[in-house]
């Protein structure tokens, strides 16, 4: 079956400007998460959403936003972009809320580059 | 908050030797997994252990969930330079959202 699919896989804005990235999860997966990596910061979580309702929130500032669709898919909006929003920023879907039991399906991220 | 340290946090050795990694928490987790990411891509998820004192093999790849669930190590035997990759331990606690550690970096040398 299909994985999870990551839309776009590279993405240049300019700083300022508001960015969608769209996360397409594993058929039956209801569970989307979204995470930022960075070399310096490693795997921060951002949201996890479960039948269209956002379950847990990280800590980023609310410039960082999403929402899942009936269809399970996922997107996530960051607003007024910064040099520092540059990262990967991965998607994991998952049958069970939090990954319990059979972990998460990651997506191959979309690379965000902010000049 | 749930806090997963791994040591160690880089580690290069050369092709045929066996390493350790290891995920410490102060915290007791239902399930722990492990992933390995290479660069450009997500992680993938190597295996889940759920049972303290649960061991699981992957090949030439043993995991090892700690007897009180707060701690897990990965061995590797005869490294290959296919494992090199960013290794990565998740937690979940009970009713909580899972945490990340932040990874070892392997590098594998022929």
């Known amino acids: 079956k299909a994985g999870v699919t990551q839309t776009p896989r590279y993405l240049i804005k300019t700083r300022g400007q508001q960015v969608t990235l769209s996360c397409s999860p594993i058929?039956?997966?209801?569970?989307v998460s979204w995470y930022q990596q960075t070399p310096g910061q490693g795997l921060q979580f951002l949201f996890e959403y479960f039948s269209e309702t956002q379950r847990n929130k990280g800590n980023f500032p609310g410039r960082f936003s999403g929402r899942q669709f009936s269809n399970s898919r996922s997107e996530m909006n960051v607003s007024t972009l910064e040099l520092g929003d540059s990262a990967l920023y991965l998607c994991?879907?998952?049958?069970?809320?939090?990954?319990?039991?059979?972990?998460?399906?990651f997506g191959s991220g979309t690379r965000l580059t902010v000049v | 908050t749930q806090l997963l340290e791994q040591s160690p946090q880089f580690l290069s050795i050369q092709e045929g030797e066996n390493l350790t990694v290891y995920c410490n928490s102060s915290s007791v987790f239902s399930s722990l997994q492990w992933y390995r990411q290479e660069p450009g891509e997500g992680p993938v998820l190597l295996v889940t252990v759920v049972t303290g004192g649960e061991v699981k093999k992957l090949k030439r790849l043993t995991f090892q969930f700690g007897d009180a669930r707060k701690d897990s190590s990965l061995h590797i035997t005869a490294a290959q330079p296919g494992d090199t990759g960013l290794y990565l331990c998740?937690?979940?606690?009970?009713?909580?959202?899972?945490?990340f550690g932040d990874g070892t970096t392997l590098t594998v040398k022929p």
């Open positions: 058929s039956g997966h209801r569970s």
């Open positions: 998740a937690g979940e606690a009970n009713a909580g959202k899972s945490t």
């Open positions: 994991a879907s998952s049958p069970t809320p939090d990954g319990a039991n059979y972990g998460y399906t």
